[in-house]
């Protein structure tokens, strides 16, 4: 909890960078996306969720948006690997046919994105809510 706590103030300004409409507030429907990416997180892993929510509708896609900013911020990825995205795609190892991870390395980016997406849901609830339109 001591580094949710730490994640708090970036997460408030990615959250106001990336995360709020045009009239300054949040789709009240982004508290459920990011409890539903982490719950996919611990089902999934971190690398189908992140190639599920980066190809999502727009709003979803934001998950992503906000998730790479807070790495960035907090030095999670370098210029070269700017997007998480990119960055768990350079974890891949072919040996001949054969893929592999770097295990190391996803397991401190799954913990660290576990932790900022929850800073980030924190971090949310600060702001106004936008009623979605039904369409």
Known sequence: MKTINKLLPTAI???EDKLLDDNQKIDEKMNGYFSSFGASILSAGLLPTVIFYNQADKE???IITALN???LKERKLSKDENTLPKYLKSLIEIEGKVY?????ELTKIENFVKEACIALKLAIRIFPKAKTKNK
């Not at 592999?100 to 190391?104: F, G, P, Q």
Request: proline share 0%; net charge positive; with cysteine.
């Open 69 to 71: 900013e807070m790495c």
């Open 13 to 15: 300004k990615v959250a």
């Open 60 to 62: 979803k896609a934001k």
């Open 100 to 104: 592999k991870m770097k295990m190391d």
